[in-house]
């Protein structure tokens, strides 16, 4: 007899790609407010239109966010399917 654990329920909030994507989100907010200065780094070079490369990255770690929870939802439902 096999003693399998259960997974945990899998909710998006506690997917840490959604967590990024929100915080480079609203880096990328700031520096269209305060401008690009806001969120450079100490000794980054000097590049136009930073907000644009945070925006592009968010969008990029939302992505990964989408398909990171589907892919555990899926085998949540794997794993879960024939336990009722």
């Given at each position: 007899m096999s003693r399998h654990k259960t997974p945990a329920v899998p909710f998006w909030y506690k997917n840490t790609y959604f967590w990024?994507?929100?915080?480079?989100?609203?880096?990328?907010?700031?520096a269209v407010i305060f401008g690009d200065h806001a969120i450079r780094d100490p000794g980054q070079k000097f590049e136009n239109h930073l907000?644009?490369?945070?925006?592009?990255?968010a969008v990029a770690m939302?992505?990964?966010?989408?398909?990171?929870?589907?892919?555990t939802v899926q085998i949540y439902?794997?794993?879960?399917?024939?336990?009722?």
């Open positions: 990024i994507s929100a915080a480079l989100f609203i880096l990328g907010i700031v907000w644009l490369f945070y925006f592009v990255a939302l992505v990964n966010g989408i398909m990171s929870h589907l892919q439902n794997e794993e879960t399917q024939g336990k009722q």
